[in-house]
């Protein structure tokens, strides 16, 4: 997303230094992998071992806010990270398809438990807006995210001018 090619460097201090772009700094274990399309085949010992590496060895420096993307679902990374650091809350991203909606409302549940805060719940791709037109097409339907958001009782964050 960022179009980041290049490899992080090591610090002298041999902490791996983030690569900058667009004034965030940016950490990815694609970064590591030799191409774009090596699969990461890894059990749960070795994705808590890759994010505490992250969260301890990266040289972060002074940061507003430390932004951490995981994949859908509920878990060994979801629990690492529920474990290791304090949280100021989780943002639910999910799509308006119902097998999403279902991973969203786990995710939901999990944060819950783990007495992490539910910031809200986001709705992507939901629709796009053809640029020779003008016309919105719904393509995976329109509006599960916000009727889950308000059946779960959390924050809905719009990203729809309408």
């Known amino acids: 997303m ?3 090619h290049e490899q992080p460097q090591l610090s002298p201090e041999r902490k791996i230094l983030p690569i900058e772009k667009y004034g965030v700094k940016v950490m990815s274990i694609g970064f590591l992998l030799p191409d774009q399309d090596t699969a990461m085949i890894w059990r749960g010992p070795m994705v808590h071992s890759a994010i505490q590496n992250f969260l301890r060895d990266v040289e972060w420096g002074e940061l507003d806010y430390l932004v951490i ?4 679902g509920t878990g060994d990374a979801h629990l690492t990270i529920t474990q290791s650091i304090p949280l100021s809350g989780a943002i639910i991203v999910t799509t ?3 097998v999403a909606l279902v991973d969203a409302r786990k995710a939901v549940t999990m944060f819950r438990k783990t007495n992490t805060p539910i910031l809200g719940i986001v709705e992507n791709m939901s629709y796009f807006i053809a640029p020779d037109t003008g016309k919105r097409y719904d393509l995976f339907r329109h509006g599960g995210g916000r009727k889950t958001a308000e059946m779960l009782g959390v924050p809905f964050f719009r ?3 309408n």
């Open 2 to 4: 960022f179009g980041i």
């Open 69 to 72: 993307d995981l994949p859908p």
């Open 159 to 161: 990203g729809d001018p």
């Open 96 to 98: 308006p398809q119902d």
